[in-house]
């Protein structure tokens, strides 16, 4: 196995999921090059386990089959902003982070300004340059897009979705950072009744903390 593609193709992405899991934990502390770096990309981290495991989730409510594609986008979703923190995680919480804590712009505008480009479109090219399979560019670069396209493409859905409801559980890099609410989705997927959407988050804040011990 020389390449990404290849490690896809030949271990499956169930591997390749445990194989990201355990390099990004080691490079939280091992590649980080400041005290901010260290805890950003650990937040991300945190972050992008919560949005895998509610859009792993998720998408088991449609189809079993689906289950390790949507674990894996929502694992891989924000790698484009894992790039910008990596990239100058000073940078990133002077002008993205602190100015959205202030109420002051999304991430996507405010990195746009920035950067001409945001996190997600960044994330999308990344997961194009290293030849990933289709669904999951198409899955990063869409993630915050205000419309899903629900049963023609119910990875990307489950992975927005699981963005979403990651910030009811207070998992972000930003804080205090609004989301798309995804009615529609939320109904789809069986999450609009309360007492759904409360065991359904409990279950997965329980596989969550499940993960991190065995990564402990």
Sequence with gaps: VTTVRQAVVVLGLKTVRSMVLTIWTQSCTDRARSPLEVQLQKQMFLHG?????????????????????????????DI?????????????????ADPVEAGKGSPEDLERQVWGFDHAELGGELIETYHLPAFLARTVAGHHHTKLNIKDDPVQ????????????????????????????????????????????????????????????
């Design 80 to 96: 484009g902003r894992v790039a910008l923190i990596s990239e100058d995680a000073e940078a990133y919480k002077a002008q993205i």
């Design 157 to 216: 859905a489950a992975v927005a979705l699981g963005n979403s409801l990651a910030a009811d559980m207070h998992v972000s890099v930003i804080k205090h950072m609004t989301s798309e609410t995804y009615t529609d989705a939320r109904e789809y997927f069986g999450l609009l009744d309360d007492e759904q959407y409360l065991a359904f988050m409990q279950d997965c804040r329980e596989r969550i903390n499940g993960i991190l011990a065995e990564l402990a």
């Design 49 to 77: 386990l919560s949005v895998a495991v509610l859009a792993g989730q998720i998408g088991r409510k449609v189809s079993i089959g689906i289950e390790e594609d949507c674990f894996v986008g929502g694992l891989l979703h």
